[in-house]
């Protein structure tokens, strides 16, 4: 990678990682035990589907550790640092194993953000279960499994309708940028 290419990469970063962080304080909802509805994660998705999987991953990481301290963050273990912060956010840079692909932002996003619902969940039984309500919409809650299943579902799902919808207006005009495969080789 020449040094050129290399700035350029930085630079994108820096943009996406800036983005993305104000993005994240416009909610349009914020649940009531952590979790906000959000587009916060389009820029990651889009760097990663860039600039493929190990800068998304960077980029995706450094995004958790902005969370983890400037967002006030619900973090109450070392393992919700790393479930609902870190590994949550890092995985967003999975999309980039789609980089260069025809259509890339769907499987992209479906993956990174299904994994982040992944770690969110684990999260949810092992770290959060002890505040578990009795019931939940209406639902006997017996199990931190379902709970957290259900919690972390609904505005994870809603993100992710999102998520898919931003990416996909701007998939158009924006196409020649994601694929810049002969323009940015690795």
């Known amino acids: 990678m020449t040094k050129r290419i290399h700035l350029r990469c930085l630079c994108e970063g820096a943009i996406m990682l800036a983005l993305a962080q104000i993005l994240g304080y416009i909610r349009f909802y914020r649940m009531p035990y952590g979790g906000s509805i959000t587009i916060a994660m389009v820029p ?22 902005l969370q983890l301290l400037l967002d006030s ?12 912060y870190i590994a949550a956010y890092t995985v967003l840079g999975l999309a980039g194993l789609f980089k260069g692909k ?7 996003t479906v993956l990174g953000v299904g994994v982040r ?27 931190p ?21 931003v990416l996909g207006a ?17």
């Open 44 to 65: 990651l998705i889009f760097f990663a589907l860039r600039w493929g999987l190990r800068r998304g991953l960077i980029v995706s990481f450094l995004y958790g550790i």
């Open 73 to 84: 963050a619900y973090a109450y273990t070392w393992q919700s640092m790393l479930l609902d």
């Open 102 to 108: 025809k259509l890339g932002f769907l499987p992209g």
């Open 117 to 143: 619902y992944i770690s969110l969940v684990l999260s949810g039984v092992f770290v959060w279960a002890e505040y578990m309500p009795e019931t939940f919409l209406g639902i006997e809650m017996t199990s």
């Open 145 to 165: 499994w379902i709970y957290s299943l259900i919690y972390n579902g609904i505005y994870m799902g809603l993100c992710l309708v999102l998520c898919l919808i």
């Open 170 to 186: 701007m998939y158009v005009p924006l196409k020649k940028y994601m694929f810049a495969r002969d323009i940015f080789p690795e």
